[in-house]
């Protein structure tokens, strides 16, 4: 499992879980999450990606359950139930990946 206080790139580069296709989608997501103070729904999250990329990351409200099942497992995202809707908050956890995602976008020349 990932622990993100290792913030070197080696770690960063060699993770499995951040060389995966979803680790655009991931990022997108948690960087909505952080940017909000509250939970989101699937659809809110998938509209807010929309409006930030200008539409060049569409996801599907499905497309975002999907990331946030994985950042459940992982531990980046929480999730609760309201009125039968799923409401993700991003974790401690997941702000500290978020922060390896911006570190390694900085780093970029």
Not at 66 to 88: H, P, S, W
Request: hydrophobic share 40%; charged share 25%.
């Amino acid at each position: 499992m990932f622990v993100p206080e290792e913030r070197s790139f080696e770690n960063y580069l060699t993770h499995e879980y951040l060389r995966s296709v979803e680790t655009k989608w991931s990022s997108a997501v948690l960087y909505v999450l952080a940017e909000v103070d509250g939970p989101m729904s699937s659809s809110e999250i998938g509209r807010e990606i929309d409006v930030i990329t200008d539409v060049r990351i569409h996801l599907s409200s499905g497309q975002v359950n999907g990331v946030c099942a994985q950042l459940k497992r992982d531990g980046f995202v929480e999730i609760e139930y309201t009125n039968r809707r799923k409401m993700y908050t991003i974790t401690e956890k997941g702000k500290a990946l978020l922060g390896c995602f911006r570190a390694f976008v900085n780093a970029i020349p």
